[in-house]
């Protein structure tokens, strides 16, 4: 990697400096646009007390669940338990700290990490348990609570297409978090199915653009489907 060119060679080279203690955001909805190699590597790295940051832990055996199985994660802020049942065991015997947190503010919270933006007003969970011990303000007659933006050490992410300075796009619904999360990492990695050339990408076409991103490689894809229903 030098210069303009994000690109490395090697998962160890794109999870370098990666320590004990980190906070990791993850993009990713189910495991629909995971960076699944990227979770791997960390998996192989065996570092610990991540405090992680995702839509949902993935599944027993793949994906995030992966970090679950030598108690990787110590905390992770996430808007449900989904299909792992490892990750669901461990948050019922207090083994990992869970903020559950609402979907549309755990993305609005990497946004604004992002962005810059320390916290920002939102009227979702006011009344609730969500909105426990956080200020409220009232706007035009409604009440909004105060929630804290975030950001993160690393922020690992899964793209379609990028060129060789870390410009990036997602297809479909694997967009999803994806945008976000690459916004909020002090160490923004992407992982894509394919690399090219700059230039070679329509500008109005990019997700994310470069500055963003610090290292970029190309990886292939399990792209396993979380549940899979069939005719008999």
């Not at 832990?57 to 669940?65: H, I, K, N």
């Not at 009344?127 to 303000?137: A, H, L, N, S």
């Not at 050339?197 to 991103?213: A, F, R």
Request: charged content about 25%.
């Amino acid at each position: 990697m030098a210069g303009f060119d994000k690109r490395v060679s090697s998962y160890e080279e794109a999870m370098e400096g990666i320590k004990d203690g980190m906070t990791v955001i993850a993009g990713g909805f189910g495991l629909c646009g995971i960076p699944e190699n990227l979770i791997a590597e960390i998996k192989r790295r065996g570092v610990k007390d991540l405090s992680v940051v995702s839509n949902n832990c993935g599944v027993d055996g793949f994906g995030l669940g992966l970090l679950l199985e030598d108690r990787q994660i110590s905390k992770i802020f996430a808007s449900y338990v989904g299909e792992n049942a490892m990750f669901e065991q461990q948050m019922l015997n207090d083994e990992i700290d869970v903020v559950l947190t609402p979907q549309g503010t755990l993305a609005e919270k990497m946004r604004a990490g992002g962005a810059g933006i320390p916290a920002f007003y939102t009227a979702t969970g006011y009344g609730t348990p969500i909105g426990d011990g956080k200020e409220v303000r009232e706007f035009n007659g409604r009440h909004y609570i105060l929630e804290e933006a975030i950001t993160g050490d690393f922020a690992i992410v899964k793209g379609w297409k990028a060129d060789r300075y870390g410009n990036v796009m997602y297809r479909h619904t694997a967009q999803n978090f994806n945008p976000m999360a690459a916004t909020a990492g002090k160490i923004t990695v992407v992982e894509v199915e394919e690399i090219v050339e700059p230039g070679e990408l329509e500008p109005s076409q990019i997700h994310t653009p470069g500055i963003y991103v610090d290292r970029i490689i190309q990886g292939s894809f399990e792209k396993r489907i979380e549940k899979r229903t069939v005719r008999s």
